[in-house]
Nanobody
């Protein structure tokens, strides 16, 4: 199995910053891409940002210029720096990894989620 453990969520005032971390562990053969998704109450889960093993990034339009994704391949860890936070960024943030464990085809794996609340 491939496990993802997130950390770094919390309560922050509008305009503030947070850094989310996600570490992958298990019988990992290869992780091709990692990313962050979020889901607000009553809404569908949406992409926030992704990064490939080669460092190519992709961002949702709503977070471009405010969030930055980075990855430490040697430790199968991905980070999301959230800046200039807005109340509409409030959501549960989920880490995603697309990769494969030994003996299995590539698949999507998900963390348990970490809550980000932006409020004064």
């Amino acid at each position: 199995q491939l496990q993802l453990v997130e950390s770094g969520g919390g309560l922050v005032e509008p305009g503030g910053s947070l850094r989310l971390s996600c570490a992958a562990s298990g019988s990992i053969f290869s992780i091709h891409a990692m990313g962050w998704y979020r889901q607000a109450p009553g809404k569908q889960r949406e992409l926030v940002a992704t990064i490939t093993s080669g460092g190519r990034t992709n961002y949702a339009d709503s977070v471009k210029g405010r969030f930055a994704i980075s990855r430490f391949n040697a430790k199968n860890t991905v980070y999301l720096q959230l800046s200039s936070l807005k109340p509409e960024d409030t959501a549960a943030y989920y880490c995603n990894a697309y990769g494969n464990i030994y003996g299995q085809p590539p698949a999507d794996y998900w963390g348990q989620g970490t809550q980000v609340t932006v409020s004064s």
